[in-house]
């Protein structure tokens, strides 16, 4: 069974790598992370290693074998069902959730998760937008836009956020901006690339920064 650190390294160099497809994950990419010293990742990672979980060269990167992906997709999983639990049976707000579900995706039990999967009608989105990947892994993530990919005059849904960090799922909800949020790009700074929008059908405007707008997952509305 694995320990809740190896699983924390499973998980984050599982989504270091789906960050940067085709960079090479690396040891102090790793650390910074998990806010540790690389030392101690270098340790880990050998550890890690001899399960057969990850291949990892000194001074080259750090790829997941199948059995360590499989192992990393599955706390992925545990976490994501666990946040649409707080958020959907226990009201917590979705800047609440994350802390708390780090802790309970450890819980060992495929029946628990089983269950609770099925207690919650098998959803496929966590709270801030991400895919829950299946019992077996499998896992599509669709290629998202982001809102500042988006010209003046085009409308669009709030899909996912990227960064589910609470002060940015904070400063979302007090400019009224949520999953599922229709808006529509009324203008493009091209000097600091921030954008004015129109936020469904209220009329109401606001200027969102370009930070805000590269952390913003939308699909388009013709
Ligand atoms: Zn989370």
Redesign the pocket.
Known sequence: MPSHTEENYLKTIFKLAEAEPGMEVSTNRIAELLQTKPASVTDMLRRLGEKGLLNYQRYRGVSLTPEGRQLALLTIRK??LW?VFLVQKLGFAWDE??DV??EMEHIQSPLLVRRLDAFLGFPRL?P?GDPIPAEDGGMNRPQLQVLADLAAGATASIVAVKN?APVFLQHLSKLGLELGTPVTVLDCNAYDQSMLIRIGSSGIERMVSAEVSRNLCVTETY
Do not use: L
Request: proline residues 0%.
């Open positions: 976490h994501r946040e959730v994350h579900a780090e966590d801030h589910t």
